[in-house]
């Protein structure tokens, strides 16, 4: 069985916004697309000017008549959950943030297993949102979800690493914050000088080291 | 001949550097940012013969002044506003000669919210990712101007043909009547909803700025759940959070989000949002994408 596109829907006259059934379809169907983008002729329709994966769905933004292309959707084959070809980025965390007991507690682990369920996890990166270089990372067991804070912290430091629902991420920059904060990161997510500028980006696989504090 | 510097002699409310944006890194979690009116931007540019990706001033509402170190030509446009240089009325939306030295004052704004200033040459401070436009939600880009910063000019560019020196703008709107396009979670309005979004209207809330127009008015009622898992999201957006105030995404604009977007507004008439001031009455249009049936 391929991928199970659900609905091809419109978000404007010059946009797609493709419905999946789960995020391991979304992966799935991202990746199909870069392909044929990359390919020679396996995109015979305008190009979009920005592909854009989500939880459930994916953007196609900027084709000036996306009635083509929403036709011809639905008969693509994807392979589902297909492991992402991208690159793995080791990630060094020190694991003392202030949600950390709380998490633990939440999961009914111990302090030790928390952690270990952290580093023993293969992370993929589903998505980027919410700030330039803020990637939803994927591959927690669903019994794993996490509540958000119920009052946002007014500021998050850059390199803090945290969970909320069914996602990890890192705080590529200072912002606000609702997630629970179980370590921090010297790793730099974003940097405009760089190509591409954030680290993580859709499909790259992620694993969390444990380093000492220091 | 060394580049034309600019020193900013007053700020204004919130004037920023734009030009076209950065398109093509929503993927990364970057907003496409860029001038609100790019209509007007493009004017300025195309009236002084500057290549359509040269960076110009975008002000809020109260204007700006400058003061170039050497002779420079400059246009405004957006909107309309009292111009002039050391004292002396100049011409809005057509070039005018600024002697090196001479005191550029733009006031505030007659009518709409955003007047552009587009320089011969561009602004040609530092770009990140591609653009040099500032983009309130993320900080990217450079920072809005303060008073004595010093703004560097690119290689002034050779005159257009003088016919192009006047041009027609269109006045900023009294009201907004917008057409608004299918979004994905168009369904999620209730029946009552669907027939409010038809016939009421909302105004423009004070709280409104690049990222998006706020609506004040009544409530749209939505069908289901009020969240959704995050999904990305267009320009022209029209989102739906759960007070039921539908909020018009700008250009600096979250690439995801997670309240339903009902629909979109036709990218021809964003322009005309970002000359919206607060209190500016809100109707809205609705309309199919023919190939949804």
């Known amino acids: 069985m391929g991928v199970l596109i659900r609905r091809v829907l419109p978000a404007g006259p010059h946009a797609l916004l493709v419905e999946l059934a789960d995020q391991a379809d979304v992966l799935g169907l991202h990746a199909e697309i870069l392909r044929r983008l990359d390919s020679d002729d396996g995109w015979p329709w305008p190009r979009p000017t920005d592909v854009v994966p989500a939880a459930r769905t994916v953007l196609l933004d900027g084709l000036e008549d996306p009635a083509p292309l929403a036709a011809a959707l639905p008969g693509f084959d994807v392979a589902p959950a297909r492991a992402p070809d991208g690159r793995t980025v080791r990630c060094p965390v020190v694991y003392d943030g202030p949600d950390l007991d709380a998490v633990a507690a939440h999961w009914g682990l111990s302090r030790r297993e928390a952690i270990e369920l952290h580093t023993g996890t293969e992370f993929v990166v589903a998505f980027c949102g919410f700030a330039p270089g803020f990637a939803y990372l994927t591959g927690l067991p669903p019994e794993r979800e996490v509540p958000r804070l119920e009052t946002p912290r007014t500021a998050v430091p850059a390199g803090s690493v945290a969970l909320a629902g069914e996602y990890s991420a890192v705080y590529p920059t200072r912002s606000p914050g609702g997630w629970r904060l179980i370590g921090r990161t010297d790793l730099v997510l974003w940097d405009p000088g760089r190509e591409p500028a954030a680290l993580l980006t859709p499909g790259v696989r992620v694993r969390f080291e444990e380093a000492d504090a220091g | 001949m060394s580049p034309v510097q600019v020193e900013v002699v007053r700020a204004g409310a919130l004037t920023t550097v734009q030009d076209r944006g950065r398109p093509g890194f929503a993927h990364l979690g970057v907003p ?27 002000t809020t509402l109260d204007g700006v002044a400058i003061r170039p170190d050497g002779a420079c030509r400059i246009v405004v446009t957006g909107a309309p506003a009292e111009v002039s240089v050391d004292g002396r009325p100049a011409a809005w939306g057509a070039p005018v000669e600024v002697p090196g030295g001479g005191l550029l004052q733009i006031g505030p704004a ?71 396009w299918d979004g994905p979670r168009r369904d999620r309005l209730a029946d009552a909803g669907a027939s409010l979004l038809r016939s009421a209207t909302w105004t423009v809330a004070s709280a409104s700025n690049r990222v998006g127009l706020r609506l004040e008015g009544p409530a749209l009622p939505l069908r289901g759940a009020g969240e959704l898992r995050s999904e990305a999201l267009v320009t022209g957006a029209v989102q739906v959070p759960p007070d039921g105030r539908p909020v018009i995404f700008l250009r600096d604009h979250p690439t995801t989000g997670g309240y339903p977007v009902i629909g979109v507004i036709d990218p021809a008439e964003l322009s005309a949002c970002a000359q919206a001031r607060p209190g500016t009455p809100v109707r809205f249009r609705p309309r199919r994408v023919g190939w949804t049936h």
């Open chain 2, 110 to 180: 007659i009518s709409g919210l955003r007047s552009y200033v587009s320089l011969a040459g561009g602004v040609v401070v530092g770009a990140v990712l591609g653009s040099r436009s500032h983009d309130l939600l993320s900080g990217l880009g450079p920072a809005p101007l303060r008073t004595g910063d010093r703004i560097p000019l690119g290689d002034r560019p050779p005159a257009p043909p003088s016919a192009v020196d006047v041009a027609p703008q269109p006045a900023p709107p009294d009201e907004l009547e917008l057409t608004l």
């Open chain 2, 32 to 58: 496409p940012s860029g001038a609100l009116d790019q209509r007007a931007l493009a004017l300025g540019n195309r009236l002084l013969g500057n290549p359509p990706d040269a960076a110009g001033l975008e």
